[in-house]
């Protein structure tokens, strides 16, 4: 049977008592916009010790990248990149215990480690020092831009946005949308067609990330977008217009496997699928534990409304839900650990557990009645921020579609 180790478990409550004491008294004013997650970010990163944490592991690499002499054609990161420590299981509480506060706030960390974790893995020396470090130690915020108008789940296909080589300058022009962290991000890790000169087939494009940052002319962001939920995350627009970077802020090497789809976007997408189920963890265990104890509590006929078969039945399905929820977690820990995390291992995991945590905060709330109506318990929000694991980082369709995509491989190759 899985279960976490001394190490885990103390890092679990760690966590949790940083998110009580600090963010679920701000989560109101983090709703209403009133309060910006960034400072409450920071303090996080400091007070857990991850931004040490994370900024040890980008100055490893950067040695590394030193000592090869040059960035851009050193290769792939090393399996730093892949997790947030030695352990993903820790990242996997992290985020767990963030969201059964606030997967908003969740959000906005996956959104900034995304861009960080990007530039790390196969940025130049110059990328990492100046944009993934000051990142991942939480100094600067970062957004990861890979969505655009006409251009969301078939981002590879039809994206639009193009960087043009003129020698030692890229110019970048096209539109993102539905950003995590765009509104207020100081780094950027936008995805563009690359052509090597300006008359380069559209064949002859490949995907790859560019490192922008703020302030580069040409470059502009949209106001926060008004969403259903999430409101802790800001998610807003990116233009660029003739904004022109320095050849090195490519991201990889455009030489090399030119003809793989943006297989470094592909990998972050992986690990931001990888990362969602155990926010959607923490939003099922939540209300797991709000139900119970409500329904244990709550009397109705002049008894306990747990005793009800329609209520207690709600409650079993919600119990296996959250068993199979934390067995794929720690499935998915265990397979970053392993370095065989593949896509369909992510999107079958987030499919599941985004499908669940909708699924279960709908019926936490029905269990609530009225009460759970309220925006004074965390029911409601949990559920509006639960429907976006089912949008956000590749639709369930597109899950969906992987899945079979990948059984039918299977049955092909034996
Ligand atoms: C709050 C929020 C934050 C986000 N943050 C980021 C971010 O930080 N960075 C980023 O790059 N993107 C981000 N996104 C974008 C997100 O990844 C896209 O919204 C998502 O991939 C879906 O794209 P779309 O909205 O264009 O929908 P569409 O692709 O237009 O899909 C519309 C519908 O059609 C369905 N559909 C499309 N094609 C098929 C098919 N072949 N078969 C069956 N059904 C299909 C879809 O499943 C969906 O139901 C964010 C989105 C949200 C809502």
């Given at each position: ?30 709703e ?70 606030s ?16 530039i ?13 470090l ?16 006409g ?20 110019v ?33 494009r ?14 502009d ?71 119970t ?16 078969q329609?209520?207690?039945?709600k ?26 995390l ?14 669940q ?31 976006m ?15 079979a ?10």
């Open positions: 049977m899985f279960q976490l180790d001394d190490t885990q478990r103390a890092f679990e409550s760690a966590v949790r008592a940083w998110c009580k004491k600090e963010l679920a008294p701000n989560v109101p004013a983090l209403s916009g009133e309060l910006l997650p960034y400072e409450l970010l920071r303090k996080l990163g400091l007070d857990l010790g991850l931004a040490e944490l994370l900024g040890q592991m980008a100055e490893r690499r950067l040695g590394v990248l030193r000592s090869a002499g040059s960035g851009a054609e050193s290769g792939r990161g090393n399996s730093a990149g892949a997790s947030l420590a030695d352990d993903p299981m820790l990242t996997s509480l992290l985020l767990k215990e963030i969201s059964r506060v997967p908003g706030f969740g959000m906005v960390f996956i959104a900034t480690l995304g861009c960080g974790m990007a790390l893995g196969q940025g130049s020396a110059e990328t990492v020092e100046r944009c993934a000051p990142v991942l130690r939480f100094e600067k915020i970062g957004a990861w831009a890979l969505t655009e108008p251009a969301g789940s078939d981002a590879f296909g039809s994206m639009r946005t193009t960087a043009v080589l003129e020698r030692d300058t890229l970048l022009n096209g539109q993102k949308t539905f950003i995590s962290n765009a509104p207020y991000a100081d780094v950027f890790a936008i995805y563009a067609r690359v052509a090597g000169s300006p008359d380069a087939s559209p064949d002859d490949p995907v790859r990330a560019i490192v922008v940052e703020r302030g580069t002319p040409g470059l962001t949209g106001p926060p977008m008004r969403k259903m939920g999430m409101h802790d995350s800001p998610t807003g627009e990116i233009f660029l217009r003739d904004c022109r970077v320095p050849a090195g802020n490519l991201i990889g090497s455009l030489a090399a496997s030119r003809n793989a789809r943006g297989a470094a976007a592909l990998d972050t997408l992986n690990q931001e699928r990888a990362a969602m189920p155990a926010m959607c963890l923490g939003i099922i265990e939540r209300c797991v534990e709000e139900s104890r409500y329904a244990a509590e709550r009397e109705q006929f002049g008894r306990p409304i747990a005793e009800f329609g209520v207690s039945f409650l079993a399905r919600m119990e296996l839900a959250l068993e199979n929820a934390r067995n794929l977690v720690a499935k998915l820990a265990w397979a970053q650990r392993e370095g065989r593949d896509a369909r291992l992510a999107a079958l995991a987030k499919l599941y557990c985004s499908e945590a909708v699924r279960v905060s709908l019926d936490a709330i029905q269990i609530h009645g009225g009460a759970g109506y309220l925006a004074e318990l965390p029911l409601e929000k949990l559920m509006r921020d639960a429907k694991f089912e949008i956000g980082g590749g639709t369930s369709e597109m899950q969906l579609q992987t899945i995509r990948s059984i039918l491989e299977r049955s092909h190759q034996g």
